[in-house]
């Protein structure tokens, strides 16, 4: 291991990188292995598209090392990524085609296939995955029914953490090198060819999917190394060793030192709810995914496609800071006066409505103003994150708190709503880059053989008066859609039970 510290005040430091390969962009934190302090960090935009081709997702990343002032004083190196999305490779290691992106809605018709053919509570029963529109294994068979071509090309199939390290170790174009290419258990158990029991490969799944065997990475245990970073990389020397990296959602709970009985929410690009499981989550009603994290346990994970850009659309049309639609929306009275929005603009992963749009309801001429208009987009948006508590709920996975985080988590009106609307404690961690922590972690962990034990700060919201309307009023607009009777079934995290 290289032996590198860096001086700050006279101080010796060992220092680490954590990547977050999101969906929007590339972040890049420097870190104290000793105690989390953030030294330096850069970042780099990826583009808006959801069907890209991976280079962009690496020289994100190069520039994002770059802005981060290169990593010449670290010792270790780890990578967290978006989740699901394939990176598809021919046996020379050229990039065959561009990838789909997890919330690339255009593979639901295969979805609904892989779900007929070999019926939905098997895939449950294996995976532990409800399969969704956003798993790997439907974006295979995207891919088998658009461009054959391409799939008679790819010798290996990767996921995007997984490429990213893959190429951090040198490889790349003409390098062949497939059997060099890893994961850990998070990435694998969002692939929906992963069993959380087994903790092997399904084969089979795999290969029904495609209609071909392709090589897949090997995974790694959670302190495992993926080996050393290879030459010339720009901004990047030689021989830092690498960490095992992880799906997004589990840097960020690893980061948060999420325990038992802690259930995350998450609202940024999409919205996520997730909390720390021994055992393995078979959710036969539908709800909720049974990923990994990164410690060896499990991580159910319930998630929502639309979330945080629902406030940059509402921001946008009432010509409004976000700050502004903060305070327009607390300037109205709880339930906006009936008005209310279902806010499937990007359709929606949870429910199971990929062609649904947006829709508002109770419009009246007394109602229809700019602050209940800004209630509605803010208490539509929770309503559908409340949601995927209930379905963690019907497992039998309790929630004593919620940690709420994401780029919406500081927003005065989020949070309190939320409190309006949940009937636990809510605690607000400090602003912080987690998923970049999270990683920067797994690369103290790879150097040195354990976690490190890092300080998370924040704030428990105040408790208010609950108000069940908000719930009531998100489900019968659903009922008047006509997409469902009800919704999940209700339990003492919500409000109120619906009728």
Known sequence: MRTITSTNGGEAKMLVAGIDSSTQMCKVTVRDAATGERIREGKASHPSGTIVHPNVW?????????????LDDVVAISVGGQQHTPVFLAADGEVVCDSPLWNDTGSHSQMVDLNRELGRDEWIRRTGLPLTLSDTVVKLRWLRDTDPASVERTAAVAVVHDWLTWRLMGFGPG?????RLT??????????????????????LFEHAFGKSATLPKVLGPTDS?????DRIPGIPAGIVLGAGSGDNAAAALALDVSPGDTVLSLGTS???YTRSKEAVHDYAGYVCNYADATGDQLPLVATLNAARNFELGAGLLGCTFDELS???????????????????????????PHARASLHQASLTNFNRANFARAIIEGTLASQVEML????SCGIRTDRVVLIGGAAQSEAVQHILTQMVAVPVVVPEPEEYVAKGAAMQAVAAATGAF??????GSELAPRTLEAQISRQHDAAKVAMGYFEKGPAATPTRSESPA
Not at 226 to 230: H, I, L, Q
Not at 390 to 393: G, H, I, P, Y
């Open 452 to 457: 490190p034990i890092w300080s998370t700060n």
């Open 327 to 353: 305070d327009l929306a607390l300037s109205a009275p709880a339930g906006a006066e009936g008005l209310t929005l279902l806010p499937y603009f990007e359709g929606e992963r949870t429910p199971d409505l």
């Open 271 to 273: 919205g996520v709810v």
């Open 226 to 230: 993926a080996g050393v970073t290879g």
């Open 183 to 204: 994961t850990d258990r998070s990435e694998a158990s969002g692939t929906a060819y992963w069993s959380p029991e087994t903790g092997e490969y399904c084969e089979d």
């Open 175 to 179: 390098s062949g090198a497939l059997d």
């Open 390 to 393: 209930d379905a963690l709920s």
């Open 58 to 70: 690496w020289e994100a990343l190069l520039t994002a090392v770059r802005r981060a002032g290169g």
